[in-house]
């Protein structure tokens, strides 16, 4: 079956724009994670959706915002961009919670 | 609260063994191991569930200690596939939450 999609893999973007990633998880997850990868930092924690709920919130700033569609995918948008948003952002999916998860390739954002 | 693992990095020759602690200050529920290769998104290993369950993968095998909020992925006779850092993963002990909050990391270097 196919996995985790995210689109798009690699992004540029200016200092103050804003970005949208999107994330397909395999077919029958209804969980959705999101996670900031950066070398310093590993992966943090950003928020995790379930049937277009967001039931858990990590300690980013309200920039940092996402949704889920009713077909599980999931997007993430960052407002007003910092140089410090430069990182990889990984989705995750999983069928319920109390299970693995599996990981999509992520989007790598570079600000400058 | 992020977990803490230990140690930050381990070089082995093929065929050694190895165990990467995981320790938590809150209370658990579950404890998740993953696997991540330069480039490539983290990859699902095990779950272990609150109850002192230890599980097995191949040569690839967890304990979890509940009382001590603690979890040790053990490898042996390592291959070099093996090669990667190593990430714990904890919800807290209100339940299944899928708020999964990631140590930083292990190294982990298999040479021949």
């Known amino acids: 079956k196919a996995g985790v999609t995210q689109t798009p893999r690699y992004l540029i973007k200016t200092r103050g724009q804003q970005v949208t990633l999107s994330c397909s998880p395999i077919?029958?997850?209804?969980?959705v994670s999101w996670y900031q990868q950066t070398p310093g930092q590993g992966l943090q924690f950003l928020f995790e959706?379930?049937?277009?709920?967001?039931?858990n919130k990590g300690n980013f700033p309200g920039r940092f915002s996402g949704r889920q569609f009713s077909n599980s995918r999931s997007e993430m948008n960052v407002s007003t961009l910092e140089l410090g948003d430069s990182a990889l952002y990984l989705c995750?999916?999983?069928?319920?919670?109390?299970?693995?998860?599996?990981f999509g390739s992520g989007t790598r954002l570079t600000v400058v | 609260q992020q977990p803490v693992q230990s140690p930050q990095a381990v070089i082995l020759r093929e065929g050694e063994d190895a165990v990467i602690n995981c320790s938590s200050s809150?209370?658990?529920?579950?404890v998740h191991w993953y696997r991540q290769k330069h480039g490539e998104a983290p990859v699902f290993l095990m779950i272990?569930?609150?109850?002192?369950e230890q599980k097995g993968h191949e040569k690839i095998s967890a304990s979890f200690n509940e009382k001590k909020q603690q979890s040790s992925l053990y490898l042996t006779a390592s291959q070099l596939s093996y090669s990667g850092t190593y990430f714990c993963?904890?919800?807290?002990?209100?339940?299944?939450?899928?708020?999964?909050?990631f140590g930083t990391g292990t190294l982990l270097a298999v040479q021949p």
């Open positions: 993963g904890t919800e807290g002990s209100g339940g299944a939450t899928n708020k999964l909050i």
């Open positions: 077919s029958g997850h209804r969980s």
């Open positions: 272990l569930l609150k109850g002192g």
């Open positions: 809150k209370a658990l529920y579950s």
């Open positions: 959706y379930f049937s277009e709920t967001q039931r």
């Open positions: 995750a999916s999983s069928p319920i919670a109390g299970h693995g998860y599996t």
